[in-house]
């Protein structure tokens, strides 16, 4: 069990009194120098870092009109100070998202406005909210911008719509570039430059396991549903993140995703070099990296001569293809027009369901009474299908239709006002389980609600980070661990393939 207090569960919401500095430990293994040369950084704190890290801050500012506004605007109104999990969950003043700003605005206001300059070569920066940048303010970020899984929650109630996400990005990006990158995300994206995935699973043991996945389903079913990789000429293009090949739950998620396939006569196939939907580059705030990551997959695509591109379930990828591979890695030219690029796997299910195309037995689910997590990323930062506030409709319309028991948790904790998992933002790193526990504590409360009141033993979630830190943090609150699933595996259940 832990060595720290886990939260009490309470009927939400409940803001916490504020402890200083609870928090101020909390800070992931700092990357080595081979993780941050896998990825471009310098390997250790460089000479003269202060000054380096204003001159990449000021780049940063100079590239973004969005981070610029965003460092400019803020009022002080306070109305994002209780809208974060982390401070939810911890009590720490400096998990408030407009204090986690302010580590870096500090900064920026010290050397890239006019108050800034004169106060400070008066010595009196802090009179107008600045500071200069120095070892404390830079142990600060390291601790407090790894407290912010990116998740966009704050922006949603912010009358100015400020992105503390946008800023955390920075400040990850600026540390990186002075040397003092955060290991879990520096070593994953080495290992997707070197071998292609997360995991680092090379092609003979990707190919193994699905093979393994072809006979279990074969076992299971009668049937021969194929997972195809490196098919030249199929279809579809899969990607998807490497925790759906060899994890559970998100493997049940990747046999629903070839069923549906099968059924409805699509060919597709997976990529060994883009064997990664996931892109880590983003919680980094690294542009360059996230470019070269998401090449594999155009590279990939026209290697395969593939007609179409879809993303299987996970919600920074998805926010990654959706937002940014357009102007990233596009034109897409090379597609089939018929089809939107990038599509998500529950847009594909959602139009074969619609179709009829799909044979679906119900009650096959009925052992299972089931709630829905709205990922952050996909719920702030994308749609699905042609219709607005599609990214929540399809999911739970997938679910209604093979199953027959649904319940949402309470509306202000789901669509855009969803609560992070607690573990998204490149935080999901045992070194970071304090945070991660504490962090999920009003969606474990939202939970609890649904548990009450109508039986809820099945929590469905479209994206591997959340899967994943709901596996670890469950048991904590005292849920069982095996209740979260993949959507696909609910469709898994019900699809009828003989
Ligand atoms: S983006 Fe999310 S994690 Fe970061 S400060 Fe805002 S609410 Fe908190
Ligand atoms: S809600 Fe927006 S303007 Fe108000 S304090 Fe927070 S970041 Fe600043």
């Known amino acids: 069990m832990a060595d720290f207090e886990i939260p009490a569960l309470k009927e939400y919401p409940v803001i916490p009194p504020v402890k200083v500095g609870t928090m101020a430990h909390s800070k992931p293994f700092v990357a080595k120098p081979e993780h941050q040369a896998g990825v471009g950084y310098p390997g250790e704190l460089v000479d003269n870092w202060e000054e380096k890290a204003v001159t990449r801050l000021g780049e940063l500012v100079k590239g973004s009109r969005a981070l610029q506004v965003f460092l400019d605007s803020c009022v002080k109104c306070g109305a994002c100070t209780d809208k974060c999990h982390y401070y939810l969950g911890t009590s720490d003043p400096k998990n408030m998202p407009v204090a986690r700003q302010d580590l870096l605005r500090k900064v920026y206001r010290r050397h890239y406005t006019f108050a800034g300059k004169l106060f400070g070569a008066l010595g009196m920066p802090g009179l107008v ?17 790894h407290q912010c899984s990116q998740c966009r929650r704050c922006s949603v109630f912010c009358p100015y719509g400020i992105d ?9 990006e600026v540390m990186d570039s002075v040397g003092l990158g955060q290991k879990y995300c520096n070593e994953i994206l080495g290992k997707v430059h070197k071998i292609g995935n997360n995991l680092g699973l090379p092609e003979p043991a990707l190919v193994d396991t699905l093979e393994g996945l072809e006979e279990d389903v074969k076992d299971d079913t009668g049937v021969d549903v194929r997972f195809p990789v490196d098919q030249k000429g199929a279809d579809v293009l899969l990607v998807t993140p490497s925790a759906d090949f060899f994890a559970e ?23 060994s070099y883009a064997s990664e939907a996931a892109n880590f580059s983003m919680f980094i705030g690294s542009g360059d990296n996230l470019k070269s990551t998401a090449m594999r997959i155009r590279q990939a695509a026209l290697d395969l001569g593939v007609k179409r591109i879809v993303v299987g379930e996970c919600g920074h990828a998805w926010r990654v293809a ?16 018929k089809y939107p690029v990038p599509q998500h796997i529950c847009e594909v299910t959602y139009d074969l369901l619609q179709r009829g195309a799909l044979k679906i037995d119900k009650e096959a689910n009925d052992h299972r009474r089931i709630t829905f997590h709205d990922s952050c990323n996909v719920s702030r930062a994308s749609r699905m299908g042609n219709i607005p506030g599609g ?16 319940f949402d948790m309470p509306a202000n904790t789901i669509h855009e006002s969803t609560y992070c998992c607690g573990g998204g933002g490149g935080l999901l790193t045992d070194d970071l389980m304090e945070l991660r526990i504490k962090g999920a504590l009003p969606r474990m409360e939202a939970l609890q609600q649904v548990v009450e009141e109508n039986d809820v033993n099945y929590l469905c979630a479209i994206c591997a980070i959340c899967k994943s830190q709901f596996t670890k943090v469950l048991p904590y609150y005292k849920f069982p661990m095996d209740m979260i699933g993949s959507l696909h595996q609910l469709v898994s259940t019900a699809i009828q393939l003989k």
Request: proline share 5%; glycine share 6%; charged share 15%.
């Open 391 to 406: 990214q929540f409709i399809i999911p739970r319309e997938i679910i209604k239709s093979v199953a027959n028991h649904y």
């Open 129 to 145: 909210g600045a500071a200069d940048m120095t070892k404390e303010v830079l142990d600060d970020w390291y601790s407090y911008f």
């Open 322 to 337: 959706y937002s940014f591979w357009n102007t990233l890695i596009g034109p897409f030219d090379f597609l089939d027009p």
């Open 164 to 172: 503390t996400a946008e800023i955390s990005m920075a400040a990850r």
């Open 249 to 271: 739950p998100h493997i049940d998620g990747l046999i629903g995703y070839a069923k549906v396939f099968h059924q409805a006569g699509i060919s597709w196939t997976l990529s």
